[in-house]
Nanobody, 115 residues
């Protein structure tokens, strides 16, 4: 069982920045593929970014160039640096850990981009 705890969400003005953190339990964090997803009411959860056990990253087209996913294996933590935020980035952001035999989700953290 892997537990994920997100933090760092909040209210920010358009053009601002936030950094989300996802702290994971377990002793094999370095082999997890970590991902960030987001969801708004009435819509499906969508991929934002993922980072494999090394440094290979993938981004959705809507955030490419603005968001950066990273990980610190020594701290069992994944991050999502979000810059140049837009109102359409407002959503609940979820952390995801993919293992060979299971997928785990955090509880989500709200990000609201509004003036």
């Amino acid at each position: 069982q892997v537990q994920l705890v997100e933090s760092g969400g909040g209210l920010v003005q358009p053009g601002g920045s936030l950094r989300l953190s996802c702290a994971a339990s377990g002793s094999s964090f370095s082999i997890y593929t970590m991902g960030w997803y987001r969801q708004v009411p009435g819509k499906q959860r969508e991929l934002v970014a993922i980072i494999a056990s090394g440094t290979i990253t993938t981004y959705s087209d809507s955030v490419k160039g603005r968001f950066t996913i990273s990980r610190d294996n020594a701290k069992n933590t994944a991050y999502l640096q979000m810059n140049s935020l837009k109102p359409e980035d407002s959503a609940v952001y979820y952390c995801n850990a993919a293992l060979p035999t299971a997928i785990y989700w955090g509880q989500g953290t709200q990000v609201t981009v509004s003036s």
